[in-house]
Nanobody, 115 residues
Framework: QVQLVESGGGLVQPGGSLRLSCAAS????????MSWSRQVPGKERELVAS???????IYADFVKGRFTISRDNAKNTVYLQMNSLKPEDTAVYSC?????????WGQGTQVTVSS
């Protein structure tokens, strides 16, 4: 069955870095658009970054220049490198795969930016 498993979250100080990973299985990973979104309790989920099957990247304005999304189709994994983290980046980060009408979500990983 389809699985998206995120890892790499944790507690980091402001200005620090984290690298999130999302390991996928159960579908043709290379064909899917992969993305990262985040959600804070009481707020709507927001798109952070996406990467198409061809490698086209889109970023939310609030992460441009700080975050980088990448994918390794050989490993069926999508990454989110997060640098210069700010307290307002604190959220649960989830990955998503989309292809046509099919879309799947992972369970999410908590990122906390605090001193």
């Amino acid at each position: 069955q389809v699985q998206l498993v995120e890892s790499g979250g944790g507690l980091v100080q402001p200005g620090g870095s984290l690298r999130l990973s999302c390991a996928a299985s159960g579908f043709t990973f290379s064909s899917y658009v992969m993305s990262w979104s985040r959600q804070v309790p009481g707020k709507e989920r927001e798109l952070v970054a996406s990467i198409s099957s061809g490698g086209l990247r889109i970023y939310a304005d609030f992460v441009k220049g700080r975050f980088t999304i990448s994918r390794d189709n050989a490993k069926n994994t999508v990454y989110l490198q997060m640098n210069s983290l700010k307290p307002e980046d604190t959220a649960v980060y989830s990955c998503r795969s989309v292809w046509g009408s099919k879309n799947y979500w992972g369970q999410g990983t908590q990122v906390t930016v605090s001193s």
